[in-house]
């Protein structure tokens, strides 16, 4: 391997945003916020959506609909009442 071209592989804290559940990882992942866990300053990645969080892992259908679009569809393309 070539010296000085690989990024450092550290510990990094992941954040899941939809439970605010928090690991720590080894990761090349880089990041400007910082958080101090178990005496050690590491840097934060927030993930929108991890194992703890999706349907598949968890069991449990939901809808992440932040901009109204599913409810756009629907009103749009929804079965016709008559």
């Not at 999706?54 to 079965?79: I, L, N, S």
Request: aromatic letters at 8%; one cysteine or more; charged letters at 35%.
């Amino acid at each position: 391997m070539k010296a000085e071209i690989h990024p450092e592989y550290r510990e990094v804290l992941f954040i899941d945003s939809a439970t605010g559940e928090e690991w720590v990882c080894r990761s090349t992942m880089n990041s400007e916020d910082m958080k101090e866990v178990d005496g050690k300053t590491l840097p934060v990645v927030k993930l929108e959506i991890s194992s703890a969080s999706h349907p598949f892992w968890t069991g449990q259908m939901r809808e992440v609909d932040t901009d109204g679009r599913v409810d756009r569809f629907r009103k749009r393309y929804g079965k016709k009442r008559g």
